[in-house]
């Protein structure tokens, strides 16, 4: 399949390691998310379930989303953009955008890695929430400093963040705009992993061939147990997983494990 091509940012699948990538390309603007970016990033989400429908298995392994340049991974809505917005309709946009931005990243069926190397605030921040995974450079800092222009974060944050670090932790990031940094960060459970920035590139690959090298129906099932514990409660959770371990247990990923176990035999998985 041929790249697209887009403005705000860059998409691109390997179709032999399976691993889709997009990354946020406004670099002299910080990376700053316009109504072009929202609506890009998810067609390139919408582009990688498209992939799989005419195949048999799995045809992505895992997302990866970036920011371009080394100053910001995003600094959130661009304010440039915003102040020219006026009508209640338009105004209305902002957050329906932001919010089927993180839905669609949040939904997306195998797990995506946020890779993060500078500023990640406000709506970046939201992107970085909605992935599964996220891998920061140590000079990397936080925030959501929606409140300082009269809103609340419009992707979800606050209610992402107090899942993370809990009801009370999560209304004082958002009500004072504090921005923290990649250590704290870590050491709150906002984002999962630092490391140095000449070495976070490799570092999120080795993460990410970590998952690639494991049965990818099994991936995207333990995300989707994982997820329905916070909606749907932990007995409709516990149920789902029950049903979901028969599903795989007929796949023929699952025949070929159980036929090389205890063997030095590399299993190749289909998907399927």
């Known amino acids: 399949m041929s790249e697209p091509d887009y403005d705000a940012i860059a998409w691109s699948f390997d179709e ?27 067609e390139g989400f919408r582009r990688f379930r498209r992939l799989e429908e005419d195949r048999t ?46 839905e669609t990243i949040e939904r997306c069926e195998p797990p995506v890695i946020a890779r993060i190397d500078g500023l990640c605030l406000g709506g970046g921040l939201e992107i970085a929430l909605a992935s599964d995974f996220r891998l920061a450079s140590e000079r990397s800092s936080f925030g959501q400093p929606e409140v300082n222009f009269g809103v609340l974060p419009g992707g979800g944050g606050a209610q992402r963040l107090s899942m993370i670090v809990g009801v009370s932790r999560a209304k004082e990031l958002c009500m004072t ?37 494991k049965p990818p129906l099994a991936v995207r099932t333990i995300k989707e147990a994982a997820d329905r514990t916070r909606e749907v409660g932990f007995e409709e959770a516990l ?12 796949t023929r990923d699952y025949d070929r494990a159980v036929e090389a176990f205890g063997t030095d035999a590399d299993v190749e998985w289909e998907g399927r």
């Open 177 to 213: 705009g504090e921005r923290i940094e990649a250590e704290r960060a870590a050491a709150e459970g906002i984002i999962d992993h630092v490391h140095p920035a000449a070495d976070l590139e490799s570092e999120v690959e080795s993460f990410v061939d970590s998952i690639v090298d």
């Open 239 to 250: 149920q789902y997983g029950n049903r979901a371990w028969l599903s795989l247990s007929q």
């Open 16 to 42: 032999d390691t399976g691993v889709g990538r997009i990354e946020l390309d406004r670099p002299d603007a910080m990376n700053a998310i316009n109504d072009r970016m929202q609506r890009e990033l998810i």
């Open 57 to 102: 298995g799995v045809a992505v392994r895992a997302i990866v989303v970036s920011g371009a340049g080394d100053r910001a991974f995003s600094t959130g809505l661009d304010v440039s953009e915003m102040q020219s917005i006026t009508d209640y309709g338009e105004k209305k946009r902002i957050p329906d955008g932001f919010h089927e931005m993180a």
